[in-house]
T-cell receptor, first 111, second 118 residues
Framework: KQEVTQIPAALSVPEGENLVLNCSFTDSAIYNLQWFRQDPGKGLTSLLLIQSSQREQTSGRLNASLDKSSGRSTLYIAASQPGDSATYLCAVSPGTYKYIFGTGTRLKVLA | GAVVSQHPSRVICKSGTSVKIECRSLDFQATTMFWYRQFPKQSLMLMATSNEGSKATYEQGVEKDKFLINHASLTLSTLTVTSAHPEDSSFYIC??????????????FGPGTRLTVL
């Protein structure tokens, strides 16, 4: 059974810091992995989608990497800003249109 | 592109009543729609997967007679919580996948519906 874990569960950093969020999954047979942002009481905003054949994806200050064989993905946020404060979720797809979500990392960027 | 809406955004109802939540894909045809539930400070849990015109597939532990799902068209799926109880209070999020022009199998998420059962 696929399990997705995110570390740390919560993170508080001063503005301007570069930071790394971690996601690990137990079954490497995934179709793709997606990183989302969720603001309190809101739905999900897709940040980056990495297909299983890809190693990384970049969008602005965000960079996500995928190491399928070791069951890991990282989300790198450069020059963090208070507006980045949110919960970040990673989700893996086993290829059956399902997403299995991680436990989330609650990020707070202090001004 | 690839926008998914949900209605209502929040609903409060009395115990024992039924509540219907709509999920619409606004600018693409959603061949597959998903319903998730999220309890406070927890992650999303998939409840069911529905394909247009066919019966939904429910995840283990989800009562299909309590959570009725209808995917009658390529742009609309509804989730009806029947005989709601306070423990059904949660954040319900739908997502859709289909001919959006995005990456294959990518899911696009709605803004969620906050259900509170008194």
């Amino acid at each position: 059974k696929q399990e997705v874990t995110q570390i740390p569960a919560a993170l508080s950093v001063p503005e301007g810091e570069n930071l790394v969020l971690n996601c690990s999954f137990t079954d490497s047979a995934i179709y793709n992995l997606q990183w989302f942002r969720q603001d309190p009481g809101k739905g999900l905003t897709s940040l980056l989608l990495i297909q299983s054949s890809q190693r990384e994806q970049t969008s602005g200050r965000l960079n996500a990497s995928l190491d399928k064989s070791s069951g890991r993905s990282t989300l790198y946020i450069a020059a963090s800003q208070p507006g980045d404060s949110a919960t970040y979720l990673c989700a893996v797809s086993p290829g059956t249109y399902k997403y299995i979500f991680g436990t989330g990392t609650r990020l707070k960027v202090l001004a | 592109g690839a926008v998914v809406s949900q209605h209502p955004s929040r609903v409060i109802c009395k115990s024992g009543t039924s509540v219907k939540i709509e999920c619409r894909s606004l600018d693409f045809q959603a061949t597959t729609m998903f319903w998730y539930r999220q309890f406070p400070k927890q992650s999303l849990m998939l409840m069911a997967t529905s394909n247009e015109g066919s019966k939904a597939t429910y995840e283990q532990g989800v009562e299909k007679d309590k959570f009725l799902i209808n995917h009658a068209s390529l742009t609309l799926s509804t989730l009806t919580v029947t005989s709601a109880h306070p423990e059904d209070s949660s954040f319900y999020i739908c997502s859709a996948s289909g001919t959006s022009g995005g990456a294959e199998d990518e899911q696009f998420f709605g803004p969620g519906t906050r259900l509170t059962v008194l």
